[in-house]
């Protein structure tokens, strides 16, 4: 059974910094693209990064979060810098993990980042 646990997430004040990670574990063939979306009070679930051949961005983070990733490990990171009130949200690691033949959509089990003076 494959499982992303999620780690990293917490309270912090407006312009500081945080770092999520995520790793996937279990019996699988190959993980392809890996990345992060989040959740916020009352909104649909969006987009935040993702990296599998080429790295996707959203606007609204630009500039401020980073994402990598360590194949060997089989995780992904979110740097989070210049926090603002507004990335306050639930934040979910998303892997395709194949574990055999086509891959299939994985979540990880959220974790809340807090941005609040």
């Known amino acids: 059974q494959v499982q992303l646990v999620e780690s990293g997430g917490g309270w912090v004040q407006p312009g500081g910094s945080l770092r999520l990670s995520c790793a996937a574990s279990?019996?699988?063939?190959?993980?392809?693209?890996m990345g992060w979306y989040r959740q916020g009070p009352g909104k649909q679930r969006e987009l935040v990064a993702l990296?599998?051949?080429?790295?996707r961005v959203a606007n609204s983070v630009k500039g401020r979060f980073t994402i990598s990733r360590d194949n060997a490990k089989n995780a992904v990171y979110l740097q989070m810098n210049s926090l603002k009130a507004e990335d306050t949200a639930v934040y979910y690691c998303?892997?395709?993990?194949?574990?055999?033949?086509?891959?299939?959509?994985?979540w990880g089990q959220g974790t809340q980042v807090t941005v609040s003076s």
């Open positions: 998303n892997a395709m993990i194949s574990t055999s033949g086509a891959p299939n959509d994985y």
């Open positions: 990296i599998s051949g080429d790295i």
């Open positions: 279990g019996t699988f063939f190959r993980v392809y693209a």
